[in-house]
């Protein structure tokens, strides 16, 4: 039997053994567990050697920083002592953060999916000294964990052909899925999108706002790349009823208690059906990936509400989650060890806080109640209407956001993410399009070249870094194809040349080391020269975020209309590729094709390009042609032969012109804002 990884061991496997290895790594949710008793490791060839040489098996614990039910088992387990022994004496014991190590933890979570039925974090596998799992779940009480490290290590002892069987089996059905994506198939068409759009809505919560995925309607996640979808829809079709339920979920969100209604930033996801308590953490891809979605709102109907929402997210990114001109990846849901305990609170807090009457008027408006809508009498703040007065309400908020900065406040991850910093740079150039807001775009362009400048080693993107100091690990196809796009962003906002350079140098790499040989359109999440682990992941299905392939097909879609003549051709047909390999998943699983159908919506529109020969610093056309394009259009200005789309397209008359291209048909100049909107088909 041939192993998946053959490790190499810089040193010996017992110089590792008794040592818990966590307090050099970059991850600071490693870096919580560098004082447990258990002899922790990072994932390296070393550790699954040890497991060799020790004839033991591996206990695989994956989590994140930001994760309530992780630090449950880390107080209740890894921080004691007698599970630590039964863990050091049975085991080499190997912890991974999922957000730096999403190859990892793909993998293995496929495993937890196919042997449990469900997953999530903590996940708790174990594995072969050559990784192939046998046994695995989530979290486990110490009563249970203790009996379950009892029964592994028995039998492994005594029933070893059993787990190779078990293993081999587990290990052959994750290959077969992993191959189980066809790739090929017809070119995305309109009819093919507005029978996703159609699937979608019918799941719609036309009550709760949201879409439903079991009977109970709960728990509730925030549906950011279908909100991108359906306003997508719209400005293609001028049908309301996309709108209109993009209107209804972003409504319901923005007034619940999943968003903050003190200082902005959306919460995780919602335990209940109608947004009012959420699961606390924040974490930066929600609120980059929701950014654009109610920028794109804001733009295209100027809602206050949507304007006042995405002006406060997008200085929560900048205010919260900011740090060395990037942002980083969470807060926590926990503060002092009590989910949430930062956030909720009780009439007579609001009391303490506002004095009697200013009291009152808060626990109406923000629906605190005596009995509260979370623990202990507790409530978390709603805003299901509009304040009357609004001086009042600015006074009220300030004040009890000054007195919630005294209470124990939720621990950051500091960890900066390649991929999720790519989407908060897209977000925040386009919501400084939406808002008329340069200091978005400013920060948006200080992150990216912060990230350009230190993720990029030796010409190779890597995933993280903390505190300035760059990880290891290998940037996957979601890293390169985030950055991509927020740099080809970029450089529609600002002519700046380096960031479509920077932008065609990562989708070069993607193309050469992340492309299936075998099968045009399917990608790989791993390049082909990165770590060899038990299966090469390639998940091609939205989740969270948008997968590697459907941020790809996007990058490739934009590069193919702005890189230089010679290479636009490349990957104008890989993006063709792509997007016709996902036409299975937007005809059956639409809901797991959010941006899958973002991205075929706009190419379907060709995709719009609207190039300005202009005056690119003070051109009133080239702003009103940004206000005015659809989601996943193109926009470049300056003068005649700056840019591709700009090659012998110069003003006409000494008048600014907009030039309106769908794919390679063009139409006759405008000059004007109202000649551009009759183009486009939308309303000045």
């Not at 699937?199 to 079991?214: H, K, M, R, Y």
């Not at 002092?336 to 200013?358: F, I, K, N, P, Q």
């Not at 299936?516 to 990165?530: C, Y």
């Amino acid at each position: 039997m041939s192993s998946p990884v053959t490790p190499k061991a810089s040193v010996s496997p017992a110089d590792l053994s008794g040592q818990n290895t966590l307090a050099a790594a970059t991850s600071p949710y490693l870096r919580q567990h560098a004082d447990n008793p258990v002899h922790w490791q990072q994932w390296t060839p070393e550790a699954l050697a040890e497991a060799a040489s020790r004839d033991v098996p591996i206990l695989l614990s994956i989590g994140y920083a930001a994760c309530h039910w992780c630090h449950v088992m880390a107080h209740e387990s890894f921080e004691d002592e007698q599970v630590a022994a039964a863990m050091n004496d049975g085991f080499v014991n190997i912890k991974v953060d999922r957000e730096e190590r999403p190859d990892i933890d793909a993998v293995y979570m496929n495993a937890t999916v196919a042997l449990t039925g469900q997953g999530g974090w903590p996940m708790t596998c174990f594995l072969t000294p050559d990784g192939r799992p046998f046994f695995c779940g989530t979290y486990y009480p110490k009563t249970n964990f203790l009996q379950l490290l009892a029964a592994v290590s028995d039998t492994w002892r005594t029933r070893r052909s059993e787990v190779e069987e078990a293993s081999d089996n587990i290990a052959g059905e994750l290959r077969s899925m992993a191959s189980s994506f066809p790739g090929g198939g017809p070119p995305v068409d309109p009819a093919l999108c507005d029978h996703a759009i159609a699937a979608i809505l019918q799941s719609e919560d036309p009550v709760n706002g949201g879409f439903i995925t079991n009977q109970s309607g709960a728990p509730k996640f925030p549906p950011s790349a279908l909100l991108e979808a359906l306003l997508r829809s719209h400005e293609r079709t001028g049908d309301a009823v996309p709108l209109e339920a993009v209107e209804r979920t972003c409504t319901a969100m923005a007034r619940g208690g999943i968003y903050d209604q003190l200082a902005g930033g959306f919460a995780r996801y919602s335990v209940d059906e109608s947004w009012v308590v959420p699961h606390f953490e924040k974490m930066l891809y929600d609120n980059a990936l929701l950014l654009r979605a109610y920028a794109h709102w804001a733009r295209r109907t100027s809602n206050p509400l949507a304007r006042r929402i995405a002006g406060e997210t997008a200085v929560f990114l900048i205010d919260d989650l900011g740090a060395d001109g990037m942002f980083t990846s969470s807060l926590d849901a926990d503060s002092d060890g009590r989910e949430g305990l930062t956030y909720v609170w009780t009439s007579a807090e609001l009391r303490d806080v506002l004095g009697r009457e200013d009291g009152r008027w808060a626990a109406e408006l923000f629906h605190v109640t005596d009995d509260g809508t979370f623990e202990h009498g507790s409530s978390v703040l709603q805003l299901l209407h509009d304040p009357d007065d609004g001086q009042r309400f600015d006074r009220v908020r300030t004040a009890l956001l000054a007195a919630r900065h005294m209470r124990p406040q939720p621990g950051r991850d500091d960890k900066v993410v390649t991929a999720w910093n790519g989407l908060a740079i897209t977000a925040l150039a386009e919501a400084a399009v939406a808002l008329d807001e340069p200091e978005f775009l400013f920060a948006a362009t200080q992150c990216a070249q912060s990230i350009v400048d230190l993720h990029i080693v030796d010409g190779r993107l890597r995933r993280a870094s903390l505190g300035g100091r760059v990880g290891e690990s290998a940037g996957i196809l979601e890293d390169h194809a985030a950055l991509a796009t927020g740099l080809l962003t970029l450089y529609q906002l600002t002519g700046e040349a380096s960031w479509l350079r920077a932008a065609t140098s990562l989708l070069d790499i993607v193309l050469e080391h992340f492309a299936d040989a075998q099968t045009a359109g399917r990608w790989f999440d791993t390049a082909d020269d990165a770590e060899a682990l038990m299966v090469r992941p390639a998940d091609p299905l939205d989740g969270a975020t948008p997968s590697g392939a459907s941020l790809i097909a996007e990058a490739l879609l934009l590069a193919a209309h702005l890189a230089p003549v010679q290479r636009a051709d490349v990957y104008a047909s890989a993006a063709e590729a792509t997007l016709a390999g996902a036409a299975p998943i937007l005809a059956r699983l639409a809901r797991s094709g959010g941006h899958w159908l973002a991205v075929a919506e706009a190419a379907v529109r060709g995709p719009i390009q609207i190039a300005v020969a202009c005056d690119p610093v003070a051109s009133e056309l080239l702003a009103s042609a940004r206000t005015l394009a659809p989601g996943g259009a193109i926009v470049v200005g300056g003068p005649v032969n700056s840019s591709e789309l700009l090659a012998d397209r110069d003003r006409v008359g000494g008048t600014d012109a907009a030039y309106v291209c769908r794919g390679r048909t063009c139409d006759l100049p405008v000059t004007t804002a109202a000649d551009l909107a009759a183009a486009l088909g939308v309303s000045v």
